[in-house]
C-alpha cells in the first residue's frame, strides 16, 4: 500500500550512517515524521514499539529542536508515540498512542489515552489561538 508516499522504493530503503560518528559518539538520528503548520506551529513525532524506550540521543535531539523553535517565539511539539504492530506489519502512525510529548520546554505525559491523530489536531486548534 502506498498511504501516499511518491517514492515508495525509496522510503523502503534503509539509511546506514557508517562514518558518521563525531566528537563524544555523536551520531545521526532519525525522526519518524514533521510537519510545519504555516510556519507557526512544527510538530515532530517517533514512534516505537510499545516495550522500546526513546534512546537518550534521540530524547534530546527531540527536546533541543523543540525547545528552540519554542524560543524563536514559534509553537513546537515532540510526540514519543508506541504501536503494537510486528515488524511485518505497516505502522498507522494516526492510531499510535501517545506516551509523552514535550510542550513548552517540559516532557509530560498525557492525562488520558490520546492517538496520534487526535494529538495533531488538538495542536492545530491550540495553535490557531495562540497566534
Wanted: hydrophobic share 40%; glycine share 6%.
Amino acid at each position: 500500500m502506498n498511504y501516499g508516499i511518491q517514492h515508495e522504493a525509496r522510503f523502503r530503503q534503509a539509511n546506514v550512517y557508517e562514518g558518521m560518528v563525531y566528537d563524544r559518539a555523536i551520531r545521526p538520528t532519525d525522526i519518524d515524521g514533521g510537519m510545519d503548520f504555516g510556519n507557526k506551529l512544527f510538530v515532530f513525532f517517533e514512534m516505537k514499539a510499545a516495550d522500546a524506550p526513546c534512546p537518550t540521543g534521540q530524547r534530546l535531539f527531540l527536546e533541543r529542536i523543540t525547545d528552540a523553535i519554542t524560543l524563536s517565539k514559534k509553537s513546537a511539539c515532540a510526540l514519543i508515540c508506541e504501536h503494537q504492530h510486528p515488524e511485518w506489519e505497516d505502522i498507522q502512525c494516526a492510531d499510535s498512542i501517545v506516551r509523552e510529548y514535550r510542550w513548552q520546554f517540559k516532557w509530560r505525559k498525557p492525562e488520558k489515552s490520546l492517538t496520534l491523530h487526535e494529538a495533531v489536531n488538538s495542536l492545530v486548534k491550540l495553535g490557531a489561538k495562540l497566534q
